[in-house]
């Protein structure tokens, strides 16, 4: 579909719902193409809330980690690196 501003501005809510919909929209300014409306997609990206969903579903902790206490601890995190004798 091609249409002119001055009409496109007239009938923007028919070629949004036609872009939606997958149609080629061409909106022409003096007789030449001017811009093209697309539909949206969303792509790529982490669906966070779907998620956490899925993880609770299937039973897993919020952050998925079970580290133990004394990893929390400074002292032990010295004697891991071999700093406690220092």
């Keep these: ?46 669906d966070f809330d779907m998620l956490d969903a899925a993880r609770r579903r299937i039973g897993l902790d919020a952050d998925g980690e079970r580290w133990p206490p004394e990893f929390d601890d400074p002292a032990y995190s010295q004697q891991v690196l071999g700093l406690d004798g220092e």
């Design 1 to 46: 579909m091609e249409m002119a501003l001055r009409e496109a501005k007239a009938r923007l809510s028919e070629l949004v719902a036609a872009a939606c919909n997958g149609e080629r929209v061409i909106i022409t300014r003096h007789g030449h193409p001017a811009v093209e409306l697309v539909r949206c997609e969303r792509r790529g990206g982490i």
